[in-house]
């Protein structure tokens, strides 16, 4: 039985390919599992600056498997919830190829990652409550990634939307065509690759406190984690700058 996502290195970027595309990319436990586990993988890893995170098949991810048995999963099983809060608790960044339509769960996954691009010709939505489900959790975890306007459409009208009115409201950065994809996902990964990978990790956790607690929560964690010139991170890219060369933590050929 082949596994439900794919994991490779290349050049400081994992790839995680979500790869159970006859089940449309469902959060089984089998996918779950999977996936923390790539995660962990990509985190343990020194060598890795980015992870990305992708999918096969024409759907990023359907959401909850609605036809797994939840009585027999036993207790504490995973849910989406315990990946979107390793990608939030990850110091390296993550980058969300969207390359097929994301509902549910699948929606949040997506607006989950730190910047995401779709493609322009997916369909993205929060659908929980067509099916009699009112996602309160699914929204504690969206209130600080979105406007309250942007919210109340995507919870309550529930819409498939297209790629470019999930950018309007937030859930993904960019919607682009497939010719654009690729390079448009690149782009973005080298510019995170030229960051100071402990100067990135504060700055995100940072600005997720700044998201999360307002001004005063994020004053307080600046004043207890000031990264400044006098840091080895900062001593090795002034020097890199004033040197015209690329400072040492961006992976070379």
């Given at each position: ?9 290349s ?9 159970s595309a006859e ?7 089998a996918?779950?599992r999977?996936l ?8 343990a ?6 992870i ?27 849910t989406?919830a315990d990946v ?5 608790g990850?110091p390296?960044?993550v ?6 339509h994301a ?9 989950a990652?730190?910047i995401?691009?779709a493609?322009d ?12 489900i ?5 929204a504690?975890?969206?209130?600080h ?16 939307m ?15 065509p ?5 390079a ?17 990790a ?5 600005l ?32 890199a ?13």
């Amino acid at each position: 039985m082949t596994a439900p996502t794919n994991y490779a290195v290349s050049r400081g970027v994992a790839t995680i390919t979500l790869d159970s595309a006859e089940n449309r990319n469902a959060f089984s436990q089998a996918l779950l599992r999977s996936l923390v586990g790539d995660l962990e993988a990509a985190l343990a890893d020194g060598s890795v600056r980015v992870i990305v995170l992708t999918n096969s098949g024409g759907t990023f991810s359907a959401g909850a498997d609605l036809k797994e048995d939840h009585r027999s999963l036993g207790p504490d099983p995973l849910t989406f919830a315990d990946v979107v809060a390793a990608i939030d608790g990850s110091p390296k960044p993550v980058v969300g190829r969207i390359a097929g339509h994301a509902a549910g769960g699948g929606a949040v996954l997506a607006a989950a990652c730190d910047i995401a691009i779709a493609l322009d010709t997916v369909r993205i939505g929060i659908t929980e409550v067509r099916l009699g489900i009112a996602p309160v959790p699914v929204a504690a975890m969206m209130a600080h990634r979105m406007t309250r306007r942007a919210l109340f459409e995507a919870f309550l009208a529930a819409d498939m939307m297209p790629a470019s009115r999930a950018a309007e409201l937030g859930l993904v950065n960019l919607a682009v065509p497939a010719d654009q994809l690729d390079a448009t996902v690149a782009h973005y990964v080298d510019a995170l690759v030229k960051g100071a990978p402990q100067a990135l990790a504060v700055t995100k956790t940072a600005l997720q406190a700044m998201a999360d607690g307002g001004v005063a929560d994020a004053r307080a964690y600046a004043a207890a984690n000031t990264v400044g010139f006098g840091a080895s991170e900062a001593k090795e890219g002034v020097a890199a700058f004033l040197g015209k060369r690329p400072p040492a933590w961006i992976p070379q050929d």
